[in-house]
């Protein structure tokens, strides 16, 4: 009798232990920088989202800004064994010592969003976007829009010095090369709503009241959200009589092009997971090595897009 | 005309400052109005300088009794948050009112219990605040920018009474108001001998722990207004940026307005006159259209300068130097003197 009741619920933790093993194929963990803001709240919600899809069990460690806080996590990963590290680093220096230590432990890196000094041979890839593209993209689309006319454009930069804010400005330079939309004037505005509308106001008195003001680039959507409130409170119309060209595509600017106000945004996925999780599989498959760089999407939203159906789909994301 | 002479440093200043952003661009006095609104670049200076202006009433009480009050920029995001989670969730523009306030009032309370029932150091009291606070907003937004619609909340960040935008009719109301009060009664004064010996001032009457509570509470309530202001500008709570390096602009404002950071006298007026020189530079530099790694170097030398001109050492050098002049002329005049 006893010996029965054994086996059976010895049979049962075999089942149980066999089960969780086939589900849970793979173990990947994830070291995220903390929820400094909406973007990244809502780059951690895909991740995890990218991972139940994927019937993959993920290990998420939040640092809280803190380099030690994710060397820590690293160390632990390597201790429970986990087949692959996601890390979005901190910072970029520091890391060749326990970059090394999971090299050792045979556990594959890719870095998300950012990337780090040491050498390339210690992590697998690293999923991040471009910058300069993204500027470049918005440059285009204002080209495009103007129909090659003239155009003077203010521009509303990110944090001085910040890499967003000298790559945008350099990519969308590049995007009006050769056309006749010209930069007139160029002003930080600290990627701040605040600072975006007060650096407006002073762009829309220096130019005759915003007469000589054909179009908007902000460097960041939360910006031109602040100077469309700019723009209407000194009596012109947003996104008619002067055009609005901004970057990331967070939900309040699909709020604004649906009202008319804005024209379009570059989108800085926060989707950095999907690609991660396809080189990943593709390198444990048939161990092809991905390229040391995999840029993410840059999407172009104008008002052709469904922007409603965009909005509903972002607004729970946390931005 | 005595207390027009009492702030002559301080407005010479503001004028040289006006006079330079008119070079830097020559519209810079045009007012007009549009959309029933008072429209200008002047306005902008008086419009834009509200939250540092309403700091300044309660920093330089907090300053005159020898204490720094470093949270009121992480306050202002709390009360900021406070205002929108309320309309957010249904109350109207009195009730948000309210509970910032009553918020921005806990805050002030807080400090000044720290302050003075605990006798730890202003500096250290508020940096808890000024680094907790921030988390405290973020908490009430949820890490995102809380965004809001209520016409009542905006009406208070870009509404306008006589065509003069609410935010000016706000802090000028505010300056008034505390200047009537701290100065019509003897409340200014024990204020100042706070400032100057708090020992003394206790051994002869002055309730010392209850004032001291008292000007943390007003600077609380003062960041509260400053917090919904911001907010309602820009129809939105942003808990990582509101506020975010305002409580230095406050304390410089002060210092540039003529009331020393060791305590005892204190000037309010001239808090609010350095407030406006401060937003004034600001302006000038977004008008001047120089590139914006700029910004900060033409700031600081400006005001490198405000302060050498009024150094105690420069001014007894200039009194020093007048009276010889006029002592060579004339006897010595009840002006020379003063």
């Given at each position: 009798?006893f010996l029965k009741?054994?086996?059976?619920s010895a049979a049962?933790?075999?089942?149980?232990?066999?089960?969780?093993?086939s589900?849970?194929?793979?173990?990947?963990?994830?070291?995220?920088?903390?929820?400094e803001?909406?973007?990244?709240?809502?780059?951690?919600?895909?991740?995890?989202q990218?991972?139940?899809?994927?019937?993959i069990?993920?290990k998420?460690?939040?640092?809280q800004?803190k380099?030690?806080?994710?060397i820590?996590?690293?160390?632990?990963f390597?201790?429970?064994?986990?087949?692959a590290?996601?890390?979005?680093p901190?910072v970029?220096t520091?890391?060749?010592?326990v970059?090394k230590e999971v090299?050792?432990?045979?556990?594959?890196?890719?870095?998300l969003?950012?990337t780090?000094?040491s050498?390339?041979?210690?992590?697998?890839t690293a999923?991040?976007s471009?910058f300069?593209?993204?500027?470049?993209?918005a440059?285009?689309?204002?080209?495009?829009?103007?129909?090659?006319?003239?155009?003077?454009?203010?521009?509303?930069?990110?944090t001085?010095?910040?890499?967003?804010?000298?790559?945008r400005?350099e990519?969308?330079e590049q995007?009006l090369?050769?056309?006749k939309v010209?930069i007139?004037?160029?002003?930080t505005?600290?990627?701040t709503?605040?600072?975006?509308?007060?650096?407006?106001?002073?762009f829309?008195k220096?130019?005759?009241?915003?007469?000589?003001i054909?179009?908007?680039y902000?460097?960041?959507d939360d910006m031109a959200?602040?100077?469309?409130?700019?723009i209407k409170?000194?009596?012109?119309?947003p996104g008619?009589d002067?055009?609005?060209?901004?970057?990331?595509?967070?939900?309040?600017i699909?709020k604004?092009?649906m009202a008319?106000?804005?024209?379009a945004?570059?989108?800085?996925?926060?989707?950095?997971?999907?690609?991660?999780?396809?080189a990943?599989?593709?390198?444990?498959?048939d161990g092809?090595?991905p390229?040391?760089?995999?840029?993410?999407?840059?999407?172009?939203?104008?008002?052709?897009d469904?922007?409603?159906?965009?909005y509903?789909?972002k607004?729970?994301l946390?931005? | 005309m005595?207390?027009?002479?009492?702030y002559?440093?301080?407005l010479?200043?503001?004028?040289?400052?006006l006079?330079l952003?008119?070079?830097?661009?020559?519209?810079?006095?045009?007012i007009?109005?549009?959309?029933?609104?008072l429209?200008?670049?002047?306005?902008?200076?008086?419009?834009?300088g509200?939250?540092?202006?309403?700091?300044?009433?309660g920093?330089t009480?907090?300053?005159?009794?020898k204490?720094?009050?470093l949270?009121?920029?992480?306050?202002?995001?709390?009360?900021g948050?406070v205002a929108a989670s309320?309309?957010d969730?249904?109350?109207g523009?009195?009730?948000a009112?309210s509970?910032?306030l009553?918020?921005?009032?806990?805050?002030g309370?807080?400090?000044?219990v720290l302050?003075?029932?605990?006798n730890?150091?202003p500096?250290i009291?508020?940096l808890?605040?000024?680094?907790?606070?921030?988390g405290?907003?973020?908490l009430?937004?949820e890490?995102?920018?809380l965004?809001?619609n209520d016409?009542?909340l905006?009406?208070?960040?870009?509404g306008?009474?006589?065509s003069i935008?609410m935010?000016?009719?706000?802090?000028?109301?505010v300056?008034i108001i505390?200047?009537?009060?701290?100065?019509r009664?003897?409340?200014?004064?024990?204020?100042?001998?706070?400032?100057?010996?708090?020992r003394?001032?206790?051994?002869s009457?002055?309730?010392?722990?209850?004032?001291l509570i008292?000007v943390?509470?007003?600077?609380g309530?003062?960041?509260?207004?400053?917090?919904?202001?911001?907010?309602?500008?820009?129809r939105?709570?942003?808990a990582n940026n509101a506020g975010?390096w305002?409580?230095?602009d406050?304390?410089?404002?002060?210092?540039?307005?003529?009331?020393s950071?060791l305590?005892?006298r204190f000037?309010l007026?001239?808090?609010l006159i350095?407030?406006?020189?401060?937003q004034s530079i600001?302006?000038?530099?977004?008008?001047?259209?120089?590139?914006p790694?700029f910004?900060?170097?033409?700031k600081?030398?400006?005001?490198?300068?405000?302060l050498?001109?009024q150094?105690?050492?420069?001014?007894?050098?200039y009194?020093?130097y007048?009276?010889r002049r006029e002592?060579?002329?004339?006897?010595?005049g009840?002006?020379a003197?003063s």
């Amino acid at each position: 009798m006893f010996l029965k009741k054994v086996l059976a619920s010895a049979a049962v933790i075999a089942t149980v232990a066999l089960s969780t093993t086939s589900a849970l194929a793979l173990t990947v963990g994830f070291s995220q920088i903390g929820s400094e803001s909406g973007w990244r709240a809502a780059e951690t919600t895909i991740t995890l989202q990218q991972a139940k899809d994927r019937g993959i069990d993920l290990k998420f460690a939040d640092a809280q800004q803190k380099q030690e806080n994710q060397i820590k996590a690293l160390r632990s990963f390597i201790a429970q064994g986990v087949d692959a590290i996601f890390v979005a680093p901190v910072v970029a220096t520091g890391w060749d010592s326990v970059l090394k230590e999971v090299k050792e432990a045979g556990i594959p890196v890719i870095l998300l969003d950012r990337t780090i000094d040491s050498s390339d041979d210690l992590y697998l890839t690293a999923v991040t976007s471009d910058f300069i593209f993204e500027g470049s993209v918005a440059g285009k689309w204002l080209v495009d829009a103007v129909d090659g006319k003239e155009c003077s454009v203010v521009e509303l930069q990110g944090t001085t010095g910040s890499a967003p804010a000298i790559e945008r400005k350099e990519g969308f330079e590049q995007g009006l090369a050769g056309s006749k939309v010209s930069i007139i004037r160029s002003q930080t505005a600290d990627f701040t709503r605040t600072k975006g509308k007060e650096v407006m106001e002073s762009f829309l008195k220096a130019e005759g009241g915003g007469k000589n003001i054909c179009a908007l680039y902000a460097h960041n959507d939360d910006m031109a959200v602040g100077a469309i409130q700019a723009i209407k409170e000194a009596g012109l119309k947003p996104g008619s009589d002067i055009l609005v060209v901004s970057i990331d595509a967070v939900p309040d600017i699909f709020k604004a092009m649906m009202a008319g106000e804005a024209n379009a945004t570059v989108e800085l996925t926060p989707n950095m997971a999907g690609p991660a999780f396809d080189a990943l599989d593709a390198f444990l498959k048939d161990g092809t090595l991905p390229p040391k760089w995999i840029q993410s999407e840059s999407r172009l939203y104008t008002k052709d897009d469904d922007l409603q159906a965009i909005y509903d789909l972002k607004k729970d994301l946390g931005y | 005309m005595n207390s027009l002479k009492r702030y002559a440093p301080q407005l010479t200043t503001l004028a040289i400052v006006l006079l330079l952003n008119y070079l830097v661009f020559p519209d810079f006095f045009k007012i007009e109005i549009a959309n029933g609104k008072l429209y200008g670049t002047l306005i902008d200076v008086l419009n834009r300088g509200a939250p540092v202006a309403l700091l300044c009433v309660g920093m330089t009480l907090v300053i005159a009794t020898k204490g720094i009050d470093l949270s009121v920029g992480a306050v202002m995001a709390i009360c900021g948050a406070v205002a929108a989670s309320t309309v957010d969730s249904g109350g109207g523009v009195f009730m948000a009112l309210s509970l910032a306030l009553l918020a921005g009032l806990i805050c002030g309370i807080w400090n000044g219990v720290l302050v003075s029932v605990l006798n730890i150091q202003p500096i250290i009291a508020t940096l808890i605040l000024m680094v907790a606070g921030r988390g405290i907003a973020q908490l009430i937004t949820e890490g995102a920018i809380l965004t809001f619609n209520d016409e009542g909340l905006i009406f208070v960040g870009s509404g306008s009474i006589f065509s003069i935008p609410m935010p000016i009719l706000i802090w000028i109301a505010v300056g008034i108001i505390v200047t009537f009060i701290v100065r019509r009664t003897a409340l200014g004064m024990l204020i100042e001998s706070i400032g100057i010996n708090q020992r003394a001032s206790t051994f002869s009457g002055v309730n010392a722990r209850v004032l001291l509570i008292l000007v943390y509470a007003v600077s609380g309530l003062c960041a509260a207004l400053a917090g919904t202001i911001a907010a309602a500008d820009i129809r939105g709570a942003d808990a990582n940026n509101a506020g975010l390096w305002l409580e230095l602009d406050a304390i410089l404002a002060v210092v540039v307005g003529g009331t020393s950071l060791l305590g005892g006298r204190f000037t309010l007026i001239g808090s609010l006159i350095g407030a406006m020189i401060i937003q004034s530079i600001n302006t000038g530099i977004l008008l001047s259209g120089f590139p914006p790694e700029f910004n900060l170097i033409i700031k600081a030398a400006i005001i490198v300068i405000i302060l050498v001109i009024q150094s105690p050492a420069l001014q007894s050098k200039y009194i020093e130097y007048r009276d010889r002049r006029e002592t060579g002329k004339t006897p010595v005049g009840k002006d020379a003197a003063s």
